[in-house]
């Protein structure tokens, strides 16, 4: 297969003849005109202002610092801060309304009759337990020494060994004051062996309810009035303080020197009062 024969024209140019010095000059000027124009364009018309906004950001560090009593001089090196220990003694007193109650009273007393039914005489001594009607709990005030039972040959019944002593109330309370007639028990011994009763009526027994010292109360007072004085203190010390000097408050240390109640827990008051004296 043949292509077709293609006939190409052949162009024919020639440059302007710059034999005239004039049109040399002229077209030189031009030339510069042309490149500092282009040069100056784009120097100057691609020109715009911006504004930069730099958004701030904190960085934090932790590390940990040894405060050194015997240390001199700061040593960056091992992180070591020379200290100073600064001791102050304060004393305060405080007085707040207690909270705890008790019950306060008197114990009934009486006189009974002790029957011994044994053959042999019997000493009960002082503080020896009788358990009387509903169970309620009296002991002897003192000792007692009942004779044996002897025979009644006119009648022909043994005559029980008696002996009279005063008893109390174990416990407060007006339930103690049993009535005339009341027949009592002894703790360690059978009824068959030795019983007890009472002429007249025992007395004397009475309860209340009073406000009282609680051990919360004592507790609630050293807090509030140490809490006071730890606050005094970091006053006192920063007075102490020179200019560079930092206290460091998680060092504070407080000692108890001495701590004194009015009144002991379980005493009735109405009040407690406090002195305290401490070391930070």
């Known amino acids: 297969f043949k292509l077709p024969k293609i006939n190409v024209p052949h162009p024919h140019f020639s440059l302007p003849s710059f034999r005239s010095p004039s049109i040399l000059i002229i077209v030189i000027f ?3 005109i042309f490149t500092a124009g282009a040069a100056g364009a784009l120097w100057y018309l691609p020109k ?3 504004t930069i906004y730099v958004t701030s950001k904190s960085f934090e560090k932790e590390v940990e610092l040894t405060v050194d009593p015997n240390q001199e001089v700061v040593d960056s090196q091992n992180l070591l801060l020379p200290a100073r220990i600064v001791e102050i003694a304060l004393n305060g007193e405080k007085t707040i ?3 705890g109650e008790k019950t306060v009273g008197e114990r009934a007393k009486g006189e009974i009759t002790i029957y011994n039914r044994t053959d042999a005489s019997k000493n009960f001594p002082a503080e020896t337990v009788l358990i ?3 169970g309620l709990k009296l002991s002897l005030d003192r000792n007692v020494n009942v004779a044996s039972k002897t025979p009644d040959l006119v009648v022909g019944v043994d005559k029980w060994g008696e002996s009279k002593v005063t008893i109390a109330a174990i416990d407060i309370g007006a339930q103690y004051n ?13 009824t068959s062996l030795y019983l007890a009763k009472n002429e007249s009526a025992l007395a004397g027994g009475t309860s209340r309810q009073v406000m009282a010292v609680s051990e919360k109360d004592q507790k609630d007072l050293v807090n509030s009035l140490n809490e006071e004085l730890l606050n005094k203190t970091k006053e006192d010390l920063t007075s102490k303080t020179t200019e560079g000097d930092k206290i460091i408050n998680e060092s ?8 004194n109640f009015n009144h002991k827990v379980g005493e009735e008051a109405q009040e407690v009062n406090l002195k305290l004296e401490i070391k930070v």
Do not use: I
């Not at 049993?178 to 059978?190: C, G, T």
């Not at 504070?252 to 701590?259: F, I, Y």
């Open 132 to 134: 009387g009607p509903g």
């Open 252 to 259: 504070l240390t407080l000692k108890q020197v001495s701590a």
């Open 48 to 50: 715009t202002e911006m």
């Open 30 to 32: 031009l030339l510069f």
């Open 97 to 99: 309304s207690t909270t």
């Open 178 to 190: 049993l009535a005339p007639k009341s027949q009592f028990s002894f703790k360690d011994f059978l």
